[in-house]
């Protein structure tokens, strides 16, 4: 976790569950203790399965997660799954409890310049889509005093996507599909979410990273080849005249 967050980490796996794990003595890293646990999709008809067991049914399970690095923000969670779902959870301090905020909308928005593709199918329970498949990856660029987040998200359909992560109070009117949460974090139904950039790859991308001021993103695919990308200002940059885009350079 990010240092105003305290010694803290959070893990995902078969299950279907998050957990987050605290270290009450900073010196004895030893002793960790569980200070929350829940469903990674947000629950559903299918009851969790017990600790330890693996996940049944067509639910996805979690395969990546991330903390939100801003310290001006609550605690934030962003999660990848294995049907393409990407979700944004937020800490309520007030109820003391992690509340679904959005679901990442791949479909929203077609990135300037990139190749067309089908759009991003619906599951079964008519889920809402980032990826055309598993997202492997999922990073949080730092925070550096901008209004918006930069997020970077890897998945098996062989790109790598960028987005615009919007809160309330300057939320543009295109974007992700907010999911309200009754009477937890306040206006969860505001944040919004836009697709501003696709990388494609030769082959299903395994690792995606920025750098610690958020100016470079790194991502690996299977055929081991590495890509680097740098962030700067130019005329096409994410569908927006004088906005920022990805460039590509080389890897020496």
């Known amino acids: 976790a990010p240092r105003h967050c305290g010694l803290r980490l959070v893990s995902c796996g078969a299950d279907r569950m998050l957990r987050v794990h605290e270290a009450p003595d900073v010196v004895d890293l030893s002793s960790w203790t569980l200070i929350s646990e829940f469903e990674a999709d947000g629950g559903g008809a299918t009851p969790p399965p017990a600790h330890g067991a ?12 991330t903390w939100c690095p801003s310290p ?43 190749p067309e593709r089908a ?18 990856d999922v990073s949080w660029a730092a925070d550096l005093g901008r209004s918006y987040h930069v997020i970077a ?5 062989m790109t790598v996507k960028v987005w615009t992560l919007h809160p309330p109070r300057e939320a543009p009117q295109r974007g992700g599909s907010a999911i309200p949460t009754e009477g937890s974090v306040p206006n969860a139904d505001g944040w919004q ?27 690996s695919e299977d055929d081991g080849t590495l890509h680097l990308y740098r962030m700067e200002r ?12 990805l460039v590509a350079v080389p890897v020496e």
Do not use: Y
């Open 119 to 136: 759009p991003a199918k619906k599951a079964a329970d008519t889920a809402v889509l980032a990826h055309g498949d598993s997202v492997r």
């Open 72 to 114: 001006s923000e609550a605690p934030m969670l962003l999660v990848g799954f294995s049907d393409g779902t990407v979700l944004l959870w937020a800490f309520d301090e007030f109820h003391r409890r992690w509340a679904r905020l959005l679901a990442f909308d791949g479909s929203s928005v077609t990135p300037s310049g990139a």
């Open 193 to 219: 979410a836009r697709c501003c950039c696709e990388l494609p790859h030769r082959s299903q991308v395994w690792r995606v990273r920025w750098n610690t001021i958020g100016s470079m993103l790194a991502s």
């Open 234 to 245: 130019n005329s096409a940059g994410w569908g927006q005249p004088g906005g920022v885009g």
């Open 153 to 157: 998200t890897a998945s098996r359909d």
């Open 54 to 65: 693996p996940a049944s049914g067509t639910r996805p399970a979690p395969l990546s997660v």
